[in-house]
């Protein structure tokens, strides 16, 4: 199976179970109307070639974890808009893939190998937007880790089970360390270099941070996941405060189960991780967000969906908007 398809199974076996106990109101709400999912209509995510034509014309934009899921398809999206892209991940090969197929459809794109908890990383990548592009002016820092084992290596859980998540009183120091390296550390050290360019430059700018509803609310078996994203949350309030007057926005935007392979990975550690538990487990008791369960495939938010509204922050008609922790998490902390 699939890991996109073992995540979607799961979601769907988890939603089963609450739409059989409420299917006798459903029936009475709907009075025989045909029934998808819990409601009547599903919501189409934006199509995957969606794009607005030069809407970053000129600009140049650093984009962490770009080698796959929303970091790719952020550079593929704004270099398509006009942007120069300097593209950031620690997994070369595929990394240097994304750079290659903007190049191929004639964009303008260059790649940085490295991980962005690293000061020389991030130094490193803001130095190659002003060789190579003169400038930074937008920045998505959305390299990020759910575990501390290296994102690029497959799964052994029973090898990798010290550097996998954990309850508190079963984490390893070296599972909690290297997530807030790449999470916390991570955004800090991004932003520390992003912002010092574009406050030497003096034309503004924008930053958009990735978290998770993990940031906006608790996450049952995740402790480091939980604190780290809870402190890229206070990150983006923090420098919206102090770089406000240098004309420069910082938000972020916060998911719920995106089809990602970072998710379909965690899925499948998930179910590693629960046969092997001892102790009574807390992450059934809220598996989805209202527009996965509202879906009659249950389906995540898309990569996509998640990229509109990064590219959206970053741009002119989010002018008014600064500090914020966007929910873009299909109504999961709504309940």
Known sequence: MERRDLMKSVAVLAAAGAAAAGSGNASAQFQ???????????????????????????????????????????????????ANVVGVDWIPELGAQTIARIKAAGGQAVFVAGHVGETKTCELMVKTAVDTFGGLDLAINNAGVMDGVYSGDPIDYAKQKSLIFAPIHEASDEYWDRVFLSNSAGVFRSMRAELKQMVAQGRGGAIVNVGSIAGLTGLAGNPAY????????GLTRNAAIDYAPYGIRVNSVNMAAT????????????MAASKAAKGPGMGS??????????????????????????LFMLSNEASNLTGAAFATDGGWTAY
């Open 32 to 82: 025989g109307k045909p029934q998808a999912g819990v409601g009547v209509k599903d919501i189409e995510p934006i199509p995957k070639d969606q794009f607005t034509p030069d809407r970053f014309k000129g600009k140049t934009i650093i984009i962490t974890g770009c080698a796959r899921g929303m970091g790719e398809a952020a550079a593929i999206r704004a270099a398509r808009e006009g």
């Open 226 to 233: 939980v604190a780290s994203k809870h402190a890229v949350t």
């Open 259 to 270: 089809d990602t392979p970072m998710v379909a990975r965690a899925t499948e550690l998930v």
């Open 285 to 310: 008791i809220k598996t989805q967000s209202i527009m996965a369960y509202a879906d009659s495939k249950r389906r995540p938010a898309t990569v996509g969906e998640q990229v509109a509204v990064m």
